[in-house]
């Protein structure tokens, strides 16, 4: 069952947030115009409210004036202790003026309440507004990414960390692997009660746990061992691969709140430029950068992340996304761009174990983002069971390590010196990075500039320049940046004439760079010395348009060689159904290119079959027959191949080739598919071809789409003529379509990809089998055809109701029979249902606790209270908030229990795939509350209760 808490609100008002830090501000001004300008800086939520710092430029009127929507939101007592009693004037409920006089001050706190929904407008002492900002509704909107109600029904919201398991590979000696993935620290996530927003709390300047680190590790269990168990099991060993992450036991505790310990993965995000909008570097190549784990910044992070699961229905493994919104300011500012992005971090598992990270970055905002740039930043070290990796002799050999190729622009990777452990960083995906650099790493607080300059007196005395991460400067080796004792250098530093990462955005670190297997990266000279280890990856620069987005994706697989290790084969470019590798009719051979290593074994041989899924036929073909050395094996070397497997003799369609690796001791690899596809090449004087090579759509196997929108892909070739008429499509024998026109075909009989984005099918809205038939128009009226078919399934549902809900003022009694309704302003509740057809019928039940008075105490109320509260007798005094009595009336009868159902669909699930019911009218119409006293009387206030809609599969 999907539940949503959205929050109730009765009668009066709301207010928020709060910062505490300050910042510096900088005005150039000019006698003839003196500013006048404020801006909300920071909002940062502490245990009781939230402290926002305003900072401020008056160099004319000394007054501000601060309005809300909402009485009592405001903390007038303390703005009074931060500025003078003398200095803050409240006016009424609604409205205080503040004088800001003194010459040496740039900010004031402001505490606000942090729970109540109210609006603050700052304006000059000329009433001429300033600025505004929306307090405590962004935290509460569980943020979407996908428009498509029906992709987003596959998701399941979580308030608590997860640690989702890939595929389990056994070893011959009993043992067993599986690769893991979560967000943040390991510690945090590994029993799955630990909530999202309880460690995403300040550490200093800093977060507990930095949850935009999407970190991945592998459990090995040794013979015997229960894998279920984790760290539990004394025969588990958890390893991992980020400074901080499952580490606690490597720091002093009287240190804890320290930024940078290890714990909580401190050093490892995601982030962006958004920050070069707030302060301009002088260098537009070298652009300015930001953690998300700044506090109170909304360059930093506006609310807080959501994480969602689900199972992946390809590979069967679970996969998990976090989801969270930056913004350059709060609210918008005079003469300043306000960009908006909304990063999406996205895990799953390949059938191999592979974890593909996936990072998207969206313009959610009003306005284009020109020149912009997604960084991943990984601060690297090998760790096991809580702390950094160790020799036998119990020295510490996990951190400081050297990265290395993998060759062939597929990435790196990071080794331990007793090769207990490895880990591989993949960046030949689809949507690789643009750059990548294995260099160092950088604080996930911090916010700088990318480069500053300043030119000093006639750009000749005091000239000041620097560079920030990622583009700061290497160092020389005195002692602010060299550790002599141990001949490395100290974080964040790396050696003069390189960079923590780029030089700037032209530089592509090592991406492309031709480098031989197990070379040391960052550094010419395996012997040079070591730095910490860091890896940043980047996305290509781009003018990020309204709506666009830009995807960054990596893939990681870390291996314990244990005592009997088991091969790995890695292909580069296999292809699934759905999207298959083409070739034309005709072609002889498909080549395989790839590498190899196995951790004991001298000898591995690679099998295949074509076109088979008899288990007997896996073992006929050998595509390989590799051997190593004794010292290679033990090192785990990698061993690139590239063979060719006959083909000469399948006919037009889709193939599929099965690879299994095994070594000398009986240990095999995972059993790994590549699906390829044999299209028509048209020929001269014989007209064009077309075919559809992606998805996979056939009458027998049609293909499934779980929203309305899919993309379409495939090739034409036209052996003839230089101009092609159109291409286009009928579905179901219905009006022709073109969907591209008047293409030129400089090169005859060559293949030319075509692709319908986002193809939409919402008009098709049921479960039937429809037919697409693609065709070809050449200039002389010859056509081809070709057919591709879709059909909706049974999926999940998908609940929409109103954050909040307005009774509006009402005066109590202690009797009362002026029952309110609520008002949804406009607000839905919708329950969108992808079900199957001939699903039993759904109810929506709505659960109404206690109304408790508003108070700058977050722990008062009780929201999991059972049973009905309106004729309580409980004595007012004796509880920790005071609530209002209340009894609900569903279309004129009273409701006996908090829970009931106020709306259901019409029967059973009909043809519909997509079946919505609008309970709104329903709801508005039927719901009513009677709101009293206690004989003691009711404080006047904002009075708060905590409702649940939630779905139940079937109405008794």
Known sequence: MKTIRPTILLA????????????????????????????????????????????????????LILKTDQAAVLNIYALKEELGAEKVDQKNELETVVTLDDPDAIDFKLHVDKEKPFLLTVLDADQVEIFKYQFNVEKKVARSVNDDAAEEATWTHAEKLRVSKGPIM????????QPIFYFGDYIYAEKG????????????????NSLTSPNTGIIYSEAGGNLDEGSSDPKNHIYTNHYGDNQKKDYDAPLHDEEDLPFGTPTSYTSN?????????????????????????????????????????KTGFEEQRLVYKQRAFYSDKRGKTNPEITTTIKMSFTRTGRVITD????????????????????????????KELQDQRGRKIGNYIPMRSLTNDRGMYIQAPNNEVRTNFYMNHNDGPGAWAARSA??????????????????????QKETYYPWKVGKGQNNFFFDHKTNSYKFPYTPSGKFNAFKDQRDPGDKGKTRALGTRLGTDNENDPQWDAGLTMRTAPIDLKVGETKHLQYGTKTDIPGSNFCPVVEFDGLSYEDFPQVLPVGSRELTMKGHWYDFDSQKVKIYYALDSEKPEELKKNILLDGAQSKDEAENGTFHDFTKKINISELEKGLHKVRLIAEDEDGNQSVLQEHNFKLIKKAVANKGPQIDVT?????????????????????????????????????????????????????????????????????EYNDFQQHR????????????????????????????????????????????????????????????????????TPLGVKLTVRKFYLQTDNPNDGDDEDDGDDSSTTIDPQTRSKESLVHGVLWDGQPVASKSFIVGRTEGAKDSQWRQTTDLSSEIEKKLKINFWSKESGATPGKYVSRWTWSTVDSVQ
């Not at 604080?443 to 007196?457: D, E, H, I, V, W």
Request: charged letters at 25%; one cysteine or more; glycine letters at 8%.
């Open 12 to 63: 009066c008002l709301w207010l928020l947030f709060s910062s505490c830090f300050t910042t510096t501000v900088k005005a150039e001004t000019t006698g003839e115009n003196p500013i006048t300008s404020a801006d909300l800086e920071t909002i940062v939520e502490q245990e009781n409210d939230t402290e926002t710092t305003i900072s401020y430029v008056l160099e004319d009127k000394k007054n």
């Open 170 to 177: 056994e070893h011959s000696d009993g043992a067993k692997t």
């Open 193 to 208: 009660i630990v909530k999202v927003t309880s460690t995403w709390v300040q550490r200093r300047k800093s977060r507990e």
């Open 273 to 313: 430029n958004l920050f070069n909008f707030v302060v301009h570097s002088n260098n537009w190549l070298k652009p300015g950068t930001s953690g998300p784990n700044k506090l109170g910044k909304a360059y930093a992070m506006v609310g807080e992340p959501a994480l969602y699961y689900r199972t992946n229905q």
């Open 359 to 386: 990072i998207s970055f969206k313009n959610t905002g009003k306005v284009l983002f020109n020149n912009f740039s997604g960084f991943s930043n990984h601060d690297l070290s090998l760790n096991k069971d809580g």
């Open 442 to 463: 950088s604080r996930s607080y911090l916010a700088t500039k990318g480069y500053m300059y300043n030119p000093g007196l006639l750009g000749l005395i005091g000239v």
């Open 694 to 762: 992606a998805p996979l759509g056939t009458k027998r196997k049609p293909y499934l789409p779980v929203t309305d929108k899919f993309d379409l892909h495939g090739f034409w070739s036209d052996g003839k003529n230089k101009m092609v008429k159109s291409l286009s499509y009928t579905i179901d024998g219905g009006e022709e379509k073109a969907f591209e026109s008047n293409l030129q075909n400089p090169k005859l009989g060559q293949l030319v990809a075509w692709h319908i984005p986002d193809f939409d099918i919402s």
């Open 772 to 839: 697409m038939v693609l065709k070809i128009t050449d200039a002389e009226g010859m056509t081809d055809t070709d057919t591709f078919y879709f059909k909706h399934v049974g999926g999940g549902t998908h609940l929409v109701a109103p954050e909040e809900i307005d009774f509006g003022k009402v005066t109590v009694a202690t009797k009362s029979d002026q029952a309110q309704k609520p008002d949804l302003k406009g607000n839905k509740v919708l329950l969108e249902d992808f079900r199957k057809e001939g699903a």
